[in-house]
């Protein structure tokens, strides 16, 4: 046995069957005091670590929330847009209709024709509440980001770029590209 241990009383001395948690003696290397500061070490690293955890897990935390709040505004701010994408075909047939009309009001056409544009009129209406708007393009400058080229043409005294005709009309749908406009563009 080590002589220090030897002369160490800590590990004798016994309070009401526990080992006393101070040590006595005089010695500077006494193996009761070297326990306790590894102990003491091991349990600072320990609570160290478990509170570099406890941070990472609250960050982690905060960046779910965070994430799952963007996640779901923006699925609340575009909860219509499929159903608003269905009414823009139904919207170019009405549109289709009212332009075969020869605006002879006397005939049955026309009066039928009337009707469509009435029920147009409403849906582009309701589009418009909900946030739809309709790409302005013709006679501007071709962007890519609102417009498809689907041909271009060339034509004298007008510059390169410019769009020439709108084949199928474009929308917004709040900030958002619901769809593209269809267009011929000068070369």
Known sequence: MNKSKKNCICNEEK???KKVNECNCEHQKC???EEDQETNDLLTNRIKSLEDSLLR?????LNY????????????KYA??????????????FER?????????????????????MVYDQTRKLLEQ?????????????NPAYEQAISTENKKD???GIVLKVCQKGYMYKDKVLRSAMVIVSE
């Open 130 to 142: 909900f946030g739809v708007k309709e790409i302005e393009c013709l006679n501007q400058e071709f």
């Open 97 to 117: 209709a009212i332009m075969m009309d020869d605006n002879n009001f006397g005939d049955e056409t026309s009066k039928f024709l009337e009707g469509f544009r």
């Open 15 to 17: 309070k009401e069957d």
């Open 57 to 61: 897990s609250q960050a982690e935390l």
């Open 158 to 160: 007008i510059e390169p």
């Open 80 to 93: 219509e847009e499929d159903i608003l994408k269905g009414f823009l075909p139904i919207l170019d047939n």
């Open 31 to 33: 193996e009761c005091k």
């Open 65 to 76: 929330r965070k994430r799952k709040d963007e996640e779901t505004s923006r699925i609340l």
